[in-house]
């Protein structure tokens, strides 16, 4: 089965940053892009960022976190990182990684002013 474990939330000051991780398990990690998607109360959920294979690397982010917003991939840990840097309330949301239609359990968010 494939697993998706979200981790890494928590709540941190406007400027500040942290970084989730995503553990992965019954795919082939290598193999595949992986995303990260986000939620905010009262909005629809919206893709972050993705990463694409290994062979290929490439990286996409939605325009709001362009420029503070690093996705990468740990092949020896099946693990995808999202570093988040100055880190802003719009950001509040939980925070989920994705593989084709499974969805890891979420992690949340909070950025105070």
């Known amino acids: 089965d494939v697993q998706l474990q979200a981790s890494g939330g928590g709540l941190v000051q406007t400027g500040g940053s942290l970084k989730l991780s995503c553990v992965t398990s019954?795919?082939?990690?290598?193999?595949?892009?992986i995303a990260w998607f986000r939620q905010a109360p009262g909005k629809e959920r919206e893709g972050v960022s993705c990463?694409?294979?290994?062979?290929?690397?490439?990286?996409h982010y939605t325009d709001a976190v362009k420029g503070r917003f690093t996705i990468s991939r740990d092949s020896a840990k099946n693990t995808i990182f999202l570093q988040m840097n100055d880190l802003k309330p719009d950001d509040t949301a939980v925070y989920y990684c994705?593989?084709?239609?499974?969805w890891g359990q979420g992690t949340l968010v909070t950025v105070s002013s």
């Open positions: 994705r593989f084709g239609l499974s």
């Open positions: 990463i694409r294979n290994k062979s290929d690397g490439g990286k």
């Open positions: 019954g795919f082939r990690f290598d193999t595949y892009a």
